[in-house]
């Protein structure tokens, strides 16, 4: 069976305080990683697209990485407003289902 | 705004009832999806329609169904409410098949007492 699993479940830090977010994945066929971002009472929102190992994406304060068997969400010098959940996702090659971790819920304290 | 349009934003009603929630897709887009989101199931992804056909299916239960219509539109029916039932459902939709960067609607939120 497909599984996401995302740590730490919580994570609270600093304004500046960089960490890295953790998804670790078993998805038959992985046709790519995505990560999504939640804030409160929204919907998730696209942030990210990594379909091989080695791959990398930036946006901001933000870098996604893809190895074989999970992905890391780096955050530089985090800002209060980068305080949400953040959802780490695979996509299964066979059945084409999205299978989501149950996320980190970030807060960024200034 | 993700242009994925979700009513009623809202709903209260008690068990044994029957509600259907209502999804526009973002133009263009064929894809629809829904996903269940609880406290300690996260996001759990229920059934997808792409233009107007069932694609995949998820732990969706029998007292729930869906239907995409010709006007790309999308309903999930849900019957004989239970308590557990209470949840924010979430519509997604897509512009191409096999994808995994879904747009979101802001959901409706579903309380059964």
């Known amino acids: 069976e497909d599984q996401v699993t995302q740590s730490p479940e919580a994570l609270r830090l600093q304004e500046g305080e960089s960490s890295s977010l953790n998804c670790s994945y078993t998805?038959?066929?992985?046709?790519?990683l995505f990560w999504y971002r939640q804030d409160p009472g929204k919907g998730p929102e696209f942030l990210f697209t990594?379909?091989?190992a080695g791959e990398e994406k930036e946006k901001e304060r933000l870098k996604a990485t893809l190895t074989k068997k999970e992905s890391f969400l780096h955050i530089t010098a985090p800002k209060p407003e980068d305080s949400a959940t953040y959802l780490c996702?695979?996509?299964?090659?066979?059945?084409?289902?999205?299978?989501f971790g149950k996320g980190t819920k970030l807060t960024v304290n200034p | 705004d993700s242009g994925v349009t979700q009513t009623p934003k809202h709903l209260i009603t008690a068990t044994g009832q029957r509600v259907t929630l209502r999804c526009s897709p973002r133009s263009g887009d064929l894809s629809v999806y829904w996903y269940q989101q609880s406290l300690d199931q996260g996001l759990q992804f229920l059934i997808q329609?792409?233009?107007?056909?069932?694609?995949a299916k998820g732990n969706i239960l029998e007292r729930f169904s869906a239907q995409q219509f010709p006007d790309l539109h999308s309903e999930l029916n849900l019957s004989s409410l239970e308590l557990g039932d209470s949840a924010l459902y979430f519509c997604a939709s897509a512009g191409t098949l096999g994808t995994g960067e879904l747009f979101f609607g802001e959901g409706s939120r579903l309380t059964v007492l």
């Open positions: 996702s695979g996509l299964d090659g066979g059945s084409e289902k999205l299978v």
């Open positions: 329609y792409y233009n107007g056909e069932e694609r």
């Open positions: 998805v038959s066929g992985l046709r790519g």
């Open positions: 990594l379909y091989s």
